[in-house]
């Protein structure tokens, strides 16, 4: 069967399994709201618990400039999890995953290497994805302690990365505090790290954040974010040993209200990116972003400037811990920063009609050092929930090279259709 057909194939796939699961979906009677519970003993704290079930299925298409075949991806991802009520201030929950792929694999997933394929980074996987206990016995407090799934923020600096199949999980310590009035106060502490390729390596992480909410929807944040882990995936690309890093920055970020309808969406935020712990000397950049839009109830149109940069063409500001695909572009060509430094300006817009999700966004790439253009992508999704349980969403980006590299980034364009079913 030629790529075509294969490619074919696997959106029909999905599309049938989204009309079906919308239908079975559909006749299920709503659920009540529960009211918060507390065990009374250990065996009610188990037994009482809630069963979690998250169910995607997806079909990926990349086509690339330089590669002999399209790839073609149709994976199914499984999240099954377990959360026990909670008995005197504690509470577990564990997390099952399991990634399986659909049919023939015409696609790259690191784990067989081929370079006759694009990568889709969905490996199979089935293990523990979260595993870890809650306590809330303090006044204004929850320390979570384990293998967990965290997301700060815009998830720029740290999250799970949850676009791929197999997510990002940290182990540790996570303690939030809202003592003060319209303050979040954060620490984590975290000794190993999971990637989506399954590969688990020891660190020592140390997060510190602080939040003021000075009115509702407008937040300003500082945050200073310690990694110390040699050994990151990013070693090829920066051609550093140890790659640890300090990140020290603030950010201002929300929506200013003019009328019932009308706001004015904003982000300005500055991060100072140095070497830590036994980090190279070569760890040496700033990140700054500025933004702004305007939105009328669901509909916003905004612009952004985003600037990581270089350290002389020898090193890049670099986000290992960050969910990246949700920045430079959805085709995910900058995953690790080129050396030059990274200058993206951006335009997007997005609205809601019946009930239908509307979102594009169109960016223009250029390095720091030398302001060389790098390349545009364009970038469009749709997403529509058929049920509270199940959603659809159909993706595209376009990525064009423009001056070539040392590095090449060469033209691609992928394609995504997505079937999710939460429980």
């Not at 997007?348 to 390095?367: C, I, K, M, P, W």
């Amino acid at each position: 069967m030629n790529q075509k057909a294969i490619a074919g194939t696997g959106v029909l796939s999905v599309a049938l399994a989204l009309a079906c699961g919308a239908t079975l979906a559909a006749d299920a009677p709503p659920k009540a709201a529960e009211a918060p519970k507390v065990a009374s003993s250990p065996l009610e704290a188990i037994t009482a618990g809630k069963l979690t079930l998250n169910l995607r299925a997806r079909y990926e298409h990349v086509d690339q400039a330089g590669k002999t075949d399209y790839a073609d991806a149709f994976t199914n991802r499984t999240l099954l999890g377990w959360r026990t009520l909670p008995y005197y201030g504690i509470s577990l929950y564990a997390e099952a995953i399991d990634v399986t792929r659909i049919g023939v694999q015409n696609y790259n997933d690191m784990s067989t290497a081929s370079a006759r394929y694009p990568t889709v980074a969905d490996p199979e996987h089935t293990g523990v994805n979260q595993l870890y206990v809650d306590y809330t016995g303090l006044p204004d407090t929850k320390i979570r302690f384990g293998r967990q799934s965290l997301k700060l923020d815009n998830v720029r600096y740290v999250g799970n990365v949850e676009f791929r199949q197999v997510m990002q999980v940290l182990t540790g310590l996570w303690v939030e505090n809202k003592s003060l009035p319209g303050v979040e106060l954060d620490y984590g502490h975290f000794v190993r790290v999971k990637n989506i390729f399954d590969v688990e390596r020891q660190a020592r992480i140390d997060l510190f954040r602080a939040a003021w909410t000075f009115m509702p929807d407008n937040q300003l944040i500082g945050f200073a974010y310690l990694q110390d882990q040699p050994m990151t995936g990013q070693q090829a690309a920066t051609g550093l040993a140890d790659g640890s890093n300090r990140i020290l920055g603030v950010r201002a970020n929300g929506a200013f209200p003019i009328d019932g309808h009308w706001k004015l969406p904003y982000t300005a935020e500055y991060a100072k990116q140095d070497s830590y712990a036994d980090g190279s000397s070569l760890v040496d950049a700033k990140y700054w972003r500025l933004g702004v839009g305007g939105q009328y109830d669901k509909t916003f149109v905004r612009a952004d400037y985003e600037v990581l940069g270089s350290n002389n063409g020898l090193y890049a500001f670099q986000t290992p811990l960050g969910t990246n695909h949700l920045f430079q572009g959805w085709v995910d060509m900058f995953l690790v920063t080129p050396k030059q430094g990274m200058r993206d300006a951006w335009l997007s817009a997005g609205t809601n009609v019946h009930g239908v999700q509307l979102y594009t966004e169109y960016h223009d790439f250029r390095t720091d050092v030398g302001s060389l253009k790098i390349g545009t992508e364009w970038d469009v999704g749709v997403t529509y929930a058929f049920t509270k349980q199940l959603t659809g969403k159909i993706e595209y980006g376009q990525f064009k090279e423009g001056d070539v590299l040392p590095t090449r980034y060469r033209d691609t364009s992928k394609f995504w259709v997505t079937g999710i079913f939460n429980f």
